[in-house]
């Protein structure tokens, strides 16, 4: 066959031509990627972000024989926009960094401050964030030491943050996972501010950033989760302490599980842990001013019980279930007092229920509903059954 | 038995009358054919009178059973026939008629003829003055036996093969097969092998134009030499220049009787124990003829996992050189760690070191093929520990490249059709160069341009992606899911419309 009669010749020609004239201009190689997990802002005080990215070392942390170089590096520079500090940090950086598998975001206290939005523009516009990273404040120490800490148990420190917020959210409802994409909605809704889980640095900031903080069996540096950020607007307004968050889930019907714990009539405590809860919220409007009414449903299990009680009388359960209704209300109230008068941020979204179920009073308030909220009116009706109660009726000490 | 043979010399008067008649006297003939076949060794020739009209018996040596020549043709015309004077007509037809105890004789009168039967291994009768010549059928020479397939091979079901000898594959499809539907018909393809090619199927059940098509493809192969299946499979083929084959072929009867059931045509060559099986659809491929001897949820089961087994092994490296060098946001973050790692200090970029390790692949592949059994367990020692562990300690390619090129390996070899892998171990390349210099984007491509490919294939006029696409909601009782043999009611609408009842679903109450 001769050679000009091959088949396909033209598309063979094509093909061949493809390969030659393409040269996978954006493709990138594992082991060129330097794999960033945390990534920290901050603000000098010439008003210049400081960029702090941690970025992991795949050889410490998948190895049979790890050696002594830290599982993660940071590194750090400065910046007048975000933009140019990334490609700033090349100058001490090996790799460029890649940004797409990023866990979390640690703003600084000057930056939450001052005004999150200009910060978070990049890290939403860029195509190579996914946007599914949790957006924190670092609550006492500055944003380079908390991401320089080394943590025990779980080798990469995003991770360990990470997985913290997820566990508190499932188990303990004192926090609340917030990625970008939330936080930017509820920025930009005029009827709902946003929170942020805060981290908090315990012990020594120098000990913590040395490998020796996880050669001990109680590492002397740790970090928490506990409180969240109340922020109005984008700038950061004050704290709400572990029960303060509590009372805002439980409002926002984000509590998957949780336990309750209050005193028995006479002495000693009972604990409750509450599987299933609900919320529901609903605004009305009653001589021109809004109401929201807040209905939580929950469901429990009598967990622990050290006092003299008798679980097998329905009186007794009766009794529980209307303290435990008490605890919700009260720390829900204990939310707003905080929010409604001394932040003035809606965290709740009441401005979102308002529009919702009163459009048309929405349209009217919708301006100055910042004003109108400090006066919105708040009835709450908590709703709690126990199940079960356990194997025992008795505590396992009655003497009997 | 007879019927190839008949048909065969029915088919032949239109060249006898072009060659040379038969030379009446004896001694001319023989002197013509020695000159012909070059004074062969091989070529017998046995002189002897009957009452004095001299005859002569030419056999090739080797290709005939020399007890049938010993004692039904030299013993029946030398010792039995009565010594008296009778004419060369009257002995002619006496020795025709009553004194060959020979299940198959035949009556020819040109060289090309005498030359055809002679050299197939049939012993020729020559008598003096006559101007025709008998042929008896003592054919009969060594041949393999009918063995164990050897590269087919299954666990449950009939284990034997066909062999090389036509006639032997021809009793093994009409031992499975005793219904006098069956039609074997013969066609000698090649100006100068002449080997006898046989053209099988139902006839109430295959359609008569996809017979018809078959025959006029045979027709039109024109060679000097068919020496196996493959030579004829290059030539009827539909798709030329498409790595995917269109042609199914087998060498176990089993497989080929039940494609005579569903319609098909077999095509069975003299000589090679593969015979040829048209229409092909893309899914007969991935079905064995074990799957219906085992259970049918069992079979259902193994249709889906060589279907996964086809997709990994055409797009598992590509599928890999995509996420690792453009789509890392698409890895979880623990893998992507954990590839990061064994990706530290390879030199070579991910498509490298796939192609090499591939390649290295292929290469021990053909090796194995190759090398004398004795020899054999060295291939599976440099394969495993040399190129696996070693080149991993080296430093030269990461472990995970090494799983993804063994599991591809290995997924290679589930198919019950050898010949589907081919367009896979092909086409992988060419999904990894797509891989590397697009990505998934590359990939996508290449796969819309293999399925729009796929579907316009055809095999004898039927659809190749069938019963998928064109789509046959009746047909998919027997593609991916098998269902129980009562529940297959009917043959496959795309290959046959033709008595399409197999059971009576109420059949399987007894």
Redesign the interface.
């Known amino acids: 066959m001769k050679l000009y009669n091959f088949p396909f010749r033209k598309p063979l020609f094509i093909f061949i031509c493809l390969l030659l004239l393409t040269g996978c201009w954006n493709s990138r190689e594992l082991d060129e990627l330097g794999i960033v997990v945390m990534l920290g802002i901050d603000k000098t005080e010439e008003s210049e972000y400081i960029l702090t990215v941690q970025v992991i070392n795949p050889s410490e942390i998948a190895t049979d024989a790890p050696t002594t170089r830290p599982p993660v590096s940071t590194f750090s520079t400065t910046g007048r926009t975000l933009f140019e500090a990334f490609r700033r940090l090349t100058t001490k950086s090996p790799r460029k960094n890649y940004l797409s598998q990023l866990r979390l975001v640690v703003l600084g206290t000057a930056v939450a401050e001052e005004g999150v939005m200009p910060v978070l523009d990049l890290l939403y516009r860029d195509h190579e964030f996914r946007t599914s990273f949790f957006v924190t404040v670092a609550k006492n120490a500055p944003v380079e030491s908390m991401l320089s800490i080394i943590t025990p148990y779980e080798k990469i420190p995003a991770n360990k943050i990470m997985n913290s917020i997820e566990s508190v959210e499932r188990n303990w409802a004192a926090t609340k996972g917030v990625s970008i994409d939330k936080v930017i909605s509820s920025i930009r809704n005029p009827g709902e501010d946003p929170v942020m889980s805060g981290i908090t640095l315990l012990g020594e900031e120098d000990t913590g950033t040395n490998i020796n903080n996880v050669e001990n069996v109680d590492s002397p540096t740790k970090l928490e989760i506990d409180e969240l950020g109340v922020f109005k607007g984008d700038k950061l307004a004050g704290w709400l302490n572990e029960n303060e968050s509590r009372g805002l889930n439980f409002a926002t019907g984000n509590v998957h599980s949780t336990v309750i714990t209050h005193p028995c009539e006479d002495e000693g405590t009972l604990s409750v842990e509450l599987l299933r809860t609900s919320a529901k919220m609903k605004g009305k409007i009653e001589s021109d001013q809004p109401v929201i009414d807040i209905k939580v449903e929950g469901e429990g299990n009598v967990a622990e019980v050290d006092c003299k009680i008798d679980l097998s009388k329905p009186d007794a359960i009766e009794k529980i279930n209307k303290h435990v209704e008490e605890a919700i209300t009260e720390s829900i109230q204990a939310t707003l007092a905080k929010a409604q008068k001394e932040y003035g941020s809606d965290i709740f979204g009441f401005g979102g229920v308002i529009h919702r179920d009163q459009p048309k009073y929405w349209k009217k308030v919708e301006k100055e509903w910042s004003s109108y909220y400090q006066d919105v009116e708040v009835n709450i009706d908590a709703n709690v059954k126990i199940r079960r109660k356990g194997n025992s009726t008795q505590p396992i000490n009655k003497e009997s | 038995m007879n019927k190839g043979n008949e048909q065969g010399s029915n088919q032949s008067p239109s060249k006898e009358s072009n060659s040379p008649p038969l030379l009446p006297p004896l001694e001319d003939s023989l002197s013509h054919i020695e000159t012909e076949l070059g004074k062969s060794t091989d070529l017998v020739i046995r002189r002897f009178a009957i009452y004095k009209t001299r005859c002569a018996a030419l056999y090739i040596d080797g290709l005939v059973d020399k007890n049938t020549v010993q004692n039904f043709i030299m013993e029946a015309l030398m010792l039995e026939m009565p010594h008296k004077r009778v004419s060369v007509k009257e002995l002619y037809d006496t020795i025709k008629q009553a004194s060959l105890p020979i299940g198959e004789v035949t009556e020819f009168n040109d060289y090309e003829a005498l030359f055809k039967r002679l050299l197939s291994g049939e012993t020729i009768l020559l008598i003096d003055k006559e101007k025709k010549a008998l042929a008896a059928s003592t054919r009969g020479w060594r041949d393999r036996g009918v063995q164990e397939s050897t590269s087919e091979s299954v666990i449950r079901g009939p284990k034997e093969a066909f062999t090389e000898t036509l006639r032997t594959n021809t009793a093994l499809l009409r031992r499975k097969i005793k219904d006098p539907k069956l039609r074997i018909e013969s066609k000698a393809i090649g100006e100068v092998t002449r080997t006898d090619v046989a053209i099988v199927y139902l006839q109430d059940i295959a359609e008569d134009h996809i017979v018809q098509e078959v025959h006029r493809r045979l027709e039109e192969i024109d060679i000097d030499g068919i020496l196996e299946s493959g030579y004829i499979e290059e030539y009827i083929q539909d798709a030329?220049?498409s790595p995917f084959p269109t042609v199914y072929y087998s060498e176990k009867p089993d497989a080929i009787a039940g494609g005579l059931l569903e319609g098909r045509v077999a095509i069975i060559t003299d000589g090679t124990p593969d015979v040829l099986l048209v229409p092909a659809l893309f899914v007969n491929f991935f079905q064995s003829s074990e799957d219906y001897y085992q259970r049918a949820d069992i079979s259902t089961f193994l249709r889906l996992l060589r279907l996964v087994c086809f997709n990994i092994a055409l797009f598992m490296p590509a599928l890999y050189i995509a996420f690792?060098?453009?789509h890392?946001?698409m890895i979880p973050?623990p893998l992507?760690?954990?590839?990061?790692?064994?990706?530290?200090?390879?030199p070579f970029?991910?498509?490298v070191e796939a192609l090499l390790m591939e390649l290295t692949f292929e290469i021990l592949r053909e090796a194995g093929v190759r090398l004398p059994k004795p020899v054999g367990s060295a291939v599976s020692i440099v394969g495993a520990l040399v190129l696996g562990q070693s080149a991993v300690q080296a430093g030269l390619v990461s472990p995970a490249m090494v799983i993804v090129v063994a599991l591809t390996a290995i997924s290679s070899f589930v198919f019950p059709a050898y010949n589907i892998a081919i367009p896979i171990r092909m086409l992988r390349f060419l999904f990894m160069?797509l891989a590397?210099?697009?990505?998934l984007y590359g990939i996508i491509l290449g796969l819309i341009a293999m399925v729009l490919h796929l579907c316009s294939l055809q095999s004898f006029g039927v659809a190749y992606m069938s019963p998928f696409a064109p789509m046959k909601a009746k047909d998919q009782k027997d593609v991916i899911i098998r269902f129980p043999h009562w529940g297959l009611f009917s043959r496959p609408s795309s290959l046959t419309k033709k008595n399409e009842k197999r059971t009576n679903p109420s059949s399987k109450e007894n």
């Open positions: 030329q220049y690792t060098t453009f890392q946001e973050a992507l760690i954990s590839l990061a790692a064994q990706r530290e200090g390879v970029p991910a498509f160069i590397a210099t697009f990505g």
